[in-house]
């Protein structure tokens, strides 16, 4: 089975003085705005990395819900914050880190349960797998 999703950008001037708008298929975004100041200079408007945090965090959500289901533990709760971290180094910039902070209710399972399933989703996650970045996580059950 294949899935295609798609999103589109459109960019107008120099990197610095430029804007552009990003899109996503299902309407979600609509000409939300980015740019070099979005980026870097911490203007309104998203950008890159903050969409990609924003997609890991919510794939690895559905990921964890899915694998935890499987084990017969429906969670009442999960929330899910990814951190990416962008470098520069000689040949440009690069997402080199996303960290994972996940907390969850979920009944009738056990920490190292949990834990077992948490580390599952991290590896399993499309977003995951899709990334050339150090990805690490802090999952904790809640009670």
């Not at 552009?20 to 990395?49: C, H, I, M, W």
Request: charged fraction near 25%; glycine fraction near 10%; proline fraction near 4%.
């Amino acid at each position: 089975m294949s899935i295609e999703k798609t999103g589109s950008a459109h960019w107008q001037g120099s990197l610095k003085r430029g804007k552009g708008t990003v899109s996503t298929q299902s309407g979600a975004l609509k000409d939300n705005p980015y740019g070099f100041n979005t980026r870097f200079e911490g203007e309104p408007g998203t950008n890159p990395e903050e969409l990609i945090a924003a997609s890991h965090a919510s794939c690895y959500s559905m990921a964890l819900s899915m694998i935890l289901g499987e084990a017969g533990h429906d969670p009442d709760d999960v929330r899910t914050e990814a951190t990416v971290t962008l470098d520069q180094d000689d040949s440009g910039f690069k997402i080199t880190k996303v960290h994972l902070v996940t907390r969850a209710k979920v009944p009738g399972i056990d920490q190292a349960g949990f834990d077992e399933s948490a580390n599952k989703a991290k590896e399993g996650c499309p977003i995951s797998r899709v990334l050339n970045a150090e990805i690490t996580l802090d999952a904790k059950l809640e009670s």
